[in-house]
């Protein structure tokens, strides 16, 4: 290996490890990022071979990297919407007792005893 190489490898090596420190993310999220990284390496580290098997090797490394970034990107997708659904389910069910209370409020102002 050139010495090229083994300097990208060593900063994917400490892109992993910084992903791996990070606390506020996705534990899902993390992982797959670092899938990324180590496909990103071997590929990095099978063309050197400047063989036709390297070739395929770092074709299968891109495959499985393409793979890891699509499950992330839905996985974003799908977190993003159930959080929206959530929330839009939150504040729907807030929206509804405020305005209970508002009619109970009215009706106390207009000495309507309301049960329940």
């Known amino acids: ?8 490898l060593d900063l994917l090596q400490t892109a992993r490890d910084r992903v791996a420190d990070l ?3 996705d534990e899902l999220l993390v992982r797959a990022t670092q899938e990324l990284i180590t496909c990103a390496a071997e590929a990095v580290a099978a ?5 036709v098997d390297g070739a395929r090797e770092a ?3 891109a495959r ?7 499950f992330a990107v839905r996985h974003l997708h799908d977190t993003a919407v159930r959080d929206l659904r959530d ?5 729907a069910a807030h929206t509804g007792q405020h305005a209970s ?6 009706s106390a102002r207009h000495g309507v005893a309301r049960s329940g």
């Open 1 to 8: 290996m050139n010495a090229i190489t083994h300097e990208v």
């Open 23 to 25: 606390d506020d993310c």
């Open 47 to 51: 063309f050197p071979q400047g063989s």
């Open 59 to 61: 074709l299968s490394c």
């Open 64 to 70: 499985g990297a393409a793979a890891t970034a699509a």
């Open 87 to 91: 929330r839009d389910l939150h504040d």
């Open 101 to 106: 209370g508002l009619r109970r409020a009215a």
